[in-house]
T-cell receptor, first 111, second 114 residues
Framework: LAKTTQPISMDSYEGQEVNITCSHN???????ITWYQQFPSQGPRFIIQ?????VTNEVASLFIPADRKSSTLSLPRVSLSDTAVYYC????????????WGLGTSLGVNP | NAGVTQTPKFQVLKTGQSMTLQCAQD?????MYWYRQDPGMGLRLIYY???????DKGEVPNGYNVSRLNKREFSLRLESAAPSQTSVYFC?????????????FGDGTRLSIL
């Protein structure tokens, strides 16, 4: 059952830019890539969503190449409060277009 | 504007007991979902309700039942709890059903079954 692939964990320092890449080889043609953030003891929180090229909001940027087989979440100048698990979701191609939640990327931000 | 509210936040049950987890959303969303989250696994969909009056099975429905009481409320029931159902349960809602619809999550119910 195809799902997205992301690094299990990443470490960074305060003030750095963090880029988390996700691969989704079997994304449905007309569907979007969506990223969520989850803090301990909380539910996931929607961060950003895009179809192609670049999307930016007050929290992050999302870069999607033309073939849409991968996407990169960019967090500018991270702080300690950005320590969380980040999930990439992309509906799978086919009649089902099912969303599969992977394990996400656990981001640690150090002072 | 509370978003998605889940009750209770914590619960301990004995094997064989029954329990209903409550979920309510105040965003006028049509679709609602129940997930469970276990260590070493991603979120898994138990049941969902695409719109008021409909419910459908997700990936792991066995041992659970749901009720979409009205547009706001979607409850999850464990009829005879088993230790394998120890987990964190999340309720979510979205404007409509579909992979492109951002989901809004509650803060979870931590359930332990002894």
């Amino acid at each position: 059952l195809a799902k997205t692939t992301q690094p299990i964990s990443m470490d960074s320092y305060e003030g750095q830019e963090v880029n988390i890449t996700c691969s989704h080889n079997n994304i449905a043609t007309n569907d979007y890539i969506t990223w969520y953030q989850q803090f301990p003891s909380q539910g996931p929180r929607f961060i950003i969503q895009g179809y192609k090229t670049k999307v930016t909001n007050e929290v992050a940027s999302l870069f999607i190449p033309a073939d849409r087989k991968s996407s990169t979440l960019s967090l500018p100048r991270v702080s300690l409060s950005d320590t969380a698990v980040y999930y990439c979701l992309a509906p799978r191609a086919g009649n089902n277009r099912k969303l599969i939640w992977g394990l996400g990327t656990s981001l640690g931000v150090n002072p | 504007n509370a978003g998605v509210t889940q009750t209770p936040k914590f619960q301990v049950l004995k094997t064989g007991q029954s329990m209903t987890l409550q979920c309510a959303q105040d965003m006028n969303h049509n679709s609602m979902y129940w997930y469970r989250q276990d260590p070493g696994m991603g979120l898994r969909l138990i049941y969902y309700s695409a719109s008021e009056g409909t419910t459908d099975k997700g990936e792991v429905p066995n041992g659970y039942n749901v009720s979409r009481l009205n547009k706001r409320e979607f409850s999850l029931r464990l009829e005879s709890a088993a230790p394998s159902q120890t987990s964190v349960y999340f309720c979510a809602s979205s404007e409509r059903r579909g992979g492109n619809q951002p989901q809004h999550f509650g803060d979870g119910t931590r359930l332990s079954i002894l």
